[in-house]
């Protein structure tokens, strides 16, 4: 079936994009896994090629495009090259709403036209050793002091945390509630604040992923983000956004994996001719072909669905939980059809399969979407 989501410009820009990558990005990707996380060089490049904050007006150096399939056929792109850093998921789907929807122009004037070009790589601050899923136990605490926030406390795993410019940070500012957190944006340099070393990760080498210590880091109030007390709203409003993100990279893994593992069985020989003439492997592949169809299928309608303000919480949720879970499934059955030679690091499909296992937890565990699901099914 044709997929019908995508229009001749989408298509163009994924041209441009491929051809970004396949230059930028694939010949250095083993180098990026060593070194725990992306050439600065790379995110300057990107964002002078326009890949970065496109959906920021043109008077902060963005495109004014705020349409949800560039970000779509990005996430697919960085799959199918095989590269695993979390750039453009992480400044584009995760962090742009936040810039975007919480800041005052004096905050958008200081940040966004840095964003676009490249100078402030961004993270988003919100588990904590004592806090993951239950991200109301938070207990990194803000205090007012005059004019400014006296922040104490760490986060962990923190993506892109040890080499980011500028990290979104929800504290705690009141009673331990939903209206007792508040979002603020706390610069690299600023006295107290601390970024960790990259932690030694099973997966997705090429992203770093870091604890940020605060000790009585003092930021002015002006950069505070959105309604002091509103933080865990504000998540709560960009969370579905940052699911999608991750299921459609999910899909496009899935694919990615499914056509090394059909080159592979067409060209291993065993038992007198090609895996792929085994009924058994043939089978395999019309499983997860199959899957990945009608998978992708959904995803591409909760694509349009975000596009035009539609997507419910519990939707997101679905699609991020069904898609992570099709895609290990998929990404491990394709590695079984390599044989010995799956596990073998020079192979890359043991790479997509050590990245994918993380999918089924970050941007909220997968039981946990199955809780909000379940909710608005049962009606809470
Ligand atoms: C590589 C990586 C990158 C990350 N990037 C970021 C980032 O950029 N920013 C950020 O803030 N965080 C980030 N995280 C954190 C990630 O979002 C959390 O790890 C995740 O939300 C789970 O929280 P936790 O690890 O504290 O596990 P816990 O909350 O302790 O959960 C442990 C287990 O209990 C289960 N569980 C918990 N609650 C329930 C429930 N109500 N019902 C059923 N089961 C439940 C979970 O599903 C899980 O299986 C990242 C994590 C990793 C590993």
């Given at each position: 079936?044709?997929?019908?989501?995508?229009?001749?410009?989408?298509?163009?820009?994924?041209?441009?994009?491929?051809?970004?990558?396949d230059?930028?990005?694939?010949?250095?990707?083993?180098?990026?896994?060593a070194?725990?996380?992306?050439?600065?060089?790379?995110?300057?490049?990107?964002?002078?090629?326009?890949?970065?904050?496109?959906?920021?007006?043109?008077?902060?150096?963005?495109?004014?495009?705020?349409?949800?399939?560039?970000?779509?056929?990005?996430?697919?792109?960085?799959?199918?090259?095989?590269?695993?850093?979390?750039?453009?998921?992480?400044?584009?789907?995760?962090?742009?709403?936040?810039?975007?929807?919480?800041?005052?122009?004096?905050?958008?004037?200081?940040?966004?036209?840095?964003?676009?070009?490249?100078?402030?790589?961004?993270?988003?601050?919100?588990?904590?050793?004592?806090?993951?899923?239950?991200?109301?136990?938070?207990?990194?605490?803000?205090r007012?002091?005059?004019?400014?926030?006296?922040?104490?406390?760490?986060?962990?795993?923190?993506?892109?945390?040890?080499?980011?410019?500028?990290?979104?940070?929800?504290?705690?500012?009141?009673?331990?509630?939903?209206?007792?957190?508040?979002?603020?944006?706390?610069?690299?340099?600023?006295?107290?604040?601390?970024?960790?070393?990259?932690?030694?990760?099973?997966?997705?080498?090429?992203?770093?992923?870091?604890?940020?210590?605060?000790?009585?880091?003092?930021?002015?109030?002006?950069?505070?983000?959105?309604?002091?007390?509103?933080?865990f709203?504000?998540?709560i409003?960009?969370?579905?956004?940052?699911?999608?993100?991750?299921?459609?990279?999910?899909?496009?893994?899935?694919?990615?994996?499914?056509?090394?593992?059909?080159?592979?069985?067409?060209?291993?020989?065993?038992?007198?001719?090609?895996?792929?003439?085994?009924?058994?492997v043939?089978?395999?592949?019309?499983?997860?072909?199959?899957?990945?169809?009608?998978?992708?299928?959904?995803?591409?309608?909760?694509?349009?669905?975000?596009?035009?303000?539609?997507?419910?919480?519990?939707?997101?949720?679905?699609?991020?939980?069904?898609?992570?879970?099709?895609?290990?499934?998929?990404?491990?059955?394709?590695?079984?059809?390599?044989?010995?030679?799956?596990?073998?690091?020079?192979?890359?499909?043991?790479?997509?399969?050590?990245?994918?296992?993380?999918?089924?937890?970050?941007?909220?565990?997968?039981?946990v979407?199955?809780?909000?699901?379940?909710?608005?099914?049962?009606?809470r």
């Amino acid at each position: 079936m044709r997929r019908d989501v995508y229009t001749a410009d989408h298509e163009a820009f994924r041209s441009a994009f491929r051809a970004f990558l396949d230059r930028e990005a694939v010949p250095h990707a083993d180098e990026w896994e060593a070194a725990g996380t992306v050439d600065r060089a790379f995110v300057t490049a990107a964002a002078g090629a326009g890949f970065l904050g496109f959906e920021f007006e043109a008077e902060y150096g963005g495109l004014g495009i705020a349409d949800f399939r560039y970000n779509a056929v990005m996430a697919e792109e960085v799959a199918a090259s095989g590269t695993a850093g979390d750039t453009f998921s992480m400044q584009n789907d995760i962090i742009v709403p936040y810039l975007r929807d919480l800041t005052d122009e004096p905050q958008r004037k200081r940040w966004l036209p840095r964003f676009t070009r490249g100078d402030l790589v961004t993270a988003l601050a919100l588990t904590e050793p004592g806090a993951g899923s239950d991200l109301a136990a938070i207990r990194t605490t803000a205090r007012r002091d005059g004019d400014h926030l006296v922040i104490d406390g760490t986060k962990t795993f923190i993506t892109g945390g040890a080499t980011c410019d500028l990290a979104i940070v929800l504290v705690r500012t009141g009673e331990r509630d939903g209206r007792g957190t508040t979002f603020v944006a706390v610069e690299h340099g600023t006295p107290g604040f601390g970024r960790g070393r990259p932690m030694h990760k099973i997966g997705r080498r090429a992203q770093d992923t870091a604890e940020l210590v605060f000790t009585g880091c003092r930021v002015p109030v002006g950069n505070i983000l959105g309604e002091p007390g509103r933080g865990f709203g504000s998540a709560i409003v960009n969370l579905p956004r940052e699911r999608l993100s991750i299921a459609v990279s999910a899909v496009a893994s899935a694919g990615h994996a499914l056509n090394l593992a059909l080159e592979h069985a067409r060209a291993r020989v065993a038992f007198g001719g090609p895996l792929a003439q085994l009924q058994s492997v043939r089978m395999t592949l019309a499983e997860l072909h199959t899957d990945i169809q009608v998978m992708r299928h959904y995803i591409d309608r909760c694509v349009l669905a975000l596009n035009t303000g539609e997507l419910g919480a519990d939707e997101a949720a679905g699609a991020k939980y069904k898609a992570t879970e099709l895609q290990w499934d998929v990404v491990d059955r394709c590695l079984q059809l390599f044989g010995g030679y799956g596990y073998m690091e020079e192979y890359p499909i043991a790479r997509i399969w050590r990245d994918a296992r993380i999918q089924r937890i970050y941007g909220g565990s997968n039981e946990v979407m199955k809780d909000l699901v379940g909710r608005a099914v049962v009606g809470r």
